[in-house]
Nanobody, 126 residues
Framework: QVQLVESGGGSVQVGGSLRLSCTAS????????VAWFRQAPHREREGVAV?????NTNYAEFVKGRFTISRGNAISYLQMNNLKPEDTAMYYC??????????????????????WGQGTQVTVSS
C-alpha cells in the first residue's frame, strides 16, 4: 500500500515562508507526477503546482513567482514565499504515474486515480 504524508505546515505572518514536504511509503515507480492542491473551508479544491515525470513544472497563476515545486529526498517539496492570507488552506499532495501538461494538470479531476495525502494546514495571519 502507498501512503503519502504532508508536513511543514503551520502559522506564519503575511510575507513569511514555509516549505511543505510530501513523503511516500514504498513506491516502485522510477518516475512519477506530483501535484500540490489546496482547499479552504467551503471552497473547491484548487491546483497549486505540478511537476511531471520529466521535471517540467506548471503553476497556478495565483502562486507564480512565489511558490516552487521540486523533487528530492521527499517525493516532493513545495517552497512557499511571500505568503498571503488567501493562501490559508489545507494543502495536499497527489502522486500518479502520469499526468497532463498545462492547465489540465492543475484540475483535481485529472488526479482521480492518484494517491492523496491527508493534508497539512497552512495559516497566514493578516
Amino acid at each position: 500500500q502507498v501512503q503519502l504524508v504532508e508536513s511543514g505546515g503551520g502559522s506564519v505572518q503575511v510575507g513569511g515562508s514555509l516549505r511543505l514536504s510530501c513523503t511516500a511509503s514504498t513506491w516502485h515507480y522510477d518516475s512519477v507526477c506530483v501535484a500540490w492542491f489546496r482547499q479552504a473551508p467551503h471552497r473547491e479544491r484548487e491546483g497549486v503546482a505540478v511537476i511531471d515525470r520529466n521535471g517540467n513544472t506548471n503553476y497556478a497563476e495565483f502562486v507564480k513567482g512565489r511558490f516552487t515545486i521540486s523533487r528530492g529526498n521527499a517525493i516532493s517539496y513545495l517552497q512557499m514565499n511571500n505568503l498571503k492570507p488567501e493562501d490559508t488552506a489545507m494543502y495536499y499532495c497527489a502522486v500518479d504515474q502520469a499526468c497532463y501538461s498545462g492547465s489540465l494538470g492543475l484540475k483535481a479531476e485529472s488526479w482521480g486515480g492518484a494517491y492523496w495525502g491527508q493534508g497539512t494546514q497552512v495559516t497566514v495571519s493578516s
